[in-house]
């Protein structure tokens, strides 16, 4: 149901869902957009504060309720935080839900694939899950068939053989891939092209921790192609989902009411958050500026704001966000435990190991770690834990240094972090508590 009670607490929230090309879900139980029957309910009650989030990869319909259960549920109990809101403070919360479940070993299920066996049937699961995830059709299905015949041969081959190396150039038609270019392109046009031999040696840097969702032997030898491939269709369906149906749907909700709109995304769902407010191309602007975003744990490039990347005469994709787009503070989130954002990130994006934390910026790097870098807005903070005291102010950007309470990727759901978010809401709202 789109509409979400939150189990033990008085609270619910609406879940909007949108397709893998942008457009919103027709699954209004009454028919029609779920968004349409929000908005009225916006005209009618007239909400103060409308806050929505974005979820990251791995998020299909049960999972993204139960984050958004755990992250609305957290928020809600800081109380406060929300009596500092006052007793005027009528809040609408939002949960964007957009497919991003990234393909990998868990798409058929535990103990289902035998890799390394002369079993070819038992590869064949795993087979269709890939072709579906990159779109399916048979510009797909013959290169991964390829792919897949031969790690079946050779499951523990380093060295590509041409054959493959020429089948991993037809997906990467197939499926648009366009990654390839400067830390300064968009989400999906930044970082490495598909190159699945470097991917093969970048395997190994991420199998020190968390990766995306891809699993166990799925990233070995012949196959690790096929994870740089899924990190990349991920984050152009963040990127395009963002910028067009999940923007027009927050520029619709602006033009209902004089609610201060307030913006929260994790790991990709941080892309999603900034398309949202970039709009189309990352230069469309929103009717009105959002009050506060909070990035946790960002799976996006620490230059996507910078003025002026280090080695170069070009800003990042996102720049045009700080002419105005957020009224109140910028808030991201870093933890030395996360080693999706840490590890994984850089070894899928520029197939390269830049995992480091604390020491000189890379040029492949996740907000995750590093933080907003390449503008004088940008400053480091500490998280505090609930009752701690923030001088958050508008305008500006906050790096908070969170090892201490955000323990991995997706451990996100603590008063600390929701502490933040009030926080942010509440210098945007010019109080203090």
């Given at each position: 149901m789109p509409i979400q009670k939150i189990p033990g607490l008085d609270i619910s929230y609406a879940l909007i869902s949108f397709d893998d090309n942008g457009r919103e879900r027709t699954d209004d139980p009454e028919g029609g957009v779920f968004s349409r029957r929000v908005q009225e309910q916006v005209r009618q009650t007239q909400p103060t504060d409308i806050f929505l989030f974005s979820h990251g990869w791995k998020g299909d319909v049960p999972s993204a309720i139960d984050q958004y259960n755990r992250w609305i549920g957290a928020l809600w109990k800081v109380t406060a935080d929300r009596g500092a809101m006052g007793t005027a403070f009528r809040p609408l919360f939002i949960g964007l839900h957009w497919p991003s479940q990234p393909w990998g070993e868990e798409a058929i299920g535990a103990g289902a694939a035998a890799f390394g066996t002369a079993a070819g049937a038992t590869l064949e699961p795993l087979l269709r899950a890939a072709v579906a995830h990159f779109g399916g059709g048979d510009a797909v299905r013959q290169p991964l068939e390829l792919i897949f015949a031969a790690f079946e041969r050779d499951p523990a081959a380093r060295v590509l053989?041409?054959?493959?190396?020429?089948?991993?150039?037809?997906?990467?038609?197939?499926?648009?891939?366009?990654?390839?270019?400067?830390?300064?392109?968009?989400?999906?046009?930044?970082?490495?092209?598909?190159?699945?031999?470097?991917?093969?040696?970048?395997?190994?840097?991420?199998?020190?921790?968390?990766?995306?969702?891809?699993?166990?032997?799925?990233?070995?030898?012949?196959?690790?192609?096929?994870?740089?491939?899924?990190?990349?269709?991920?984050?152009?369906?963040?990127?395009?989902?963002?910028?067009?149906?999940?923007?027009?749907?927050?520029?619709?909700?602006?033009?209902?009411?004089?609610?201060?709109?307030?913006?929260?995304?994790?790991?990709?769902?941080?892309?999603v958050v900034s398309s949202i407010l970039g709009g189309p191309g990352g230069s469309t602007p929103l009717p009105r500026p959002v009050s506060s975003a909070v990035l946790v744990q960002g799976a996006m490039s620490l230059w996507a704001y910078a003025e002026t990347i280090p080695g170069t005469d070009k800003p990042g994709y996102f720049r045009r966000v700080l002419n105005g787009a957020v009224s109140g503070p910028i808030v991201t989130t870093q933890s030395s435990h996360d080693s999706a954002v840490g590890a994984a990130y850089p070894a899928a994006v520029g197939l390269v190991n830049e995992f480091d934390f604390g020491t000189e910026l890379p040029r492949f790097g996740g907000l995750g770690t590093w933080g907003i870098q390449g503008t004088p807005l940008a400053e480091k903070q500490t998280m505090q834990d609930e009752n701690g005291v923030y001088a958050f102010k508008p305008g500006r950007i906050y790096n908070l240094e969170s090892s201490r309470f955000i323990p991995d990727h997706s451990g996100i759901d603590g008063p600390q972090v929701a502490h933040v978010l009030w926080q942010a809401v509440i210098a945007a709202r010019g109080q203090r508590a």
């Open positions: 053989p041409d054959s493959v190396v020429s089948a991993y150039g037809e997906l990467a038609k197939a499926i648009g891939f366009s990654a390839g270019s400067g830390p300064d392109g968009a989400p999906d046009e930044e970082g490495a092209a598909l190159d699945p031999q470097a991917a093969v040696r970048a395997e190994r840097i991420a199998s020190a921790g968390e990766s995306f969702g891809l699993q166990g032997n799925v990233r070995n030898g012949i196959l690790a192609g096929l994870r740089q491939a899924s990190f990349w269709l991920m984050k152009h369906r963040a990127r395009t989902i963002g910028e067009q149906g999940m923007h027009q749907c927050v520029a619709d909700l602006e033009r209902t009411s004089s609610a201060q709109v307030h913006l929260m995304g994790h790991s990709f769902g941080c892309v």
